[in-house]
């Protein structure tokens, strides 16, 4: 399962908005990955991983997860909400 999200966040996900996204990937259900164009997938959950993305406002990226149902969806629908934020 997965989704297609555009950034909305001014400042993309670099330090503190990066730090809250990882925050509420780390709340999930489920294990959740992020893709940018041109690069590998990371954790969500992993700072490191996150702000190695470079996702900079307008950038669309790819949240996925391995697993289906309602957790897994919840879970990408609270992540996609956040990404889609102007402002954290």
Avoid at 62 to 80: H, K, Q, S, W
């Amino acid at each position: 399962m997965e989704r297609t999200v555009t950034v909305a966040i001014a400042e993309g996900l670099h330090a503190r908005p990066a730090a809250l996204f990882v925050a509420e990937a780390g709340k999930q259900p489920v294990a959740v990955t992020l893709t940018k164009e041109g690069a590998e997938a990371v954790d969500a959950a992993s700072i490191l991983g996150v702000m190695t993305l470079g996702a900079a406002a307008g950038d669309q990226v790819v949240l996925a997860t391995e697993t289906d149902g309602a957790e897994a969806e919840a879970a990408l629908d609270a992540l996609a909400a956040f990404l889609a934020q102007e402002a954290v």
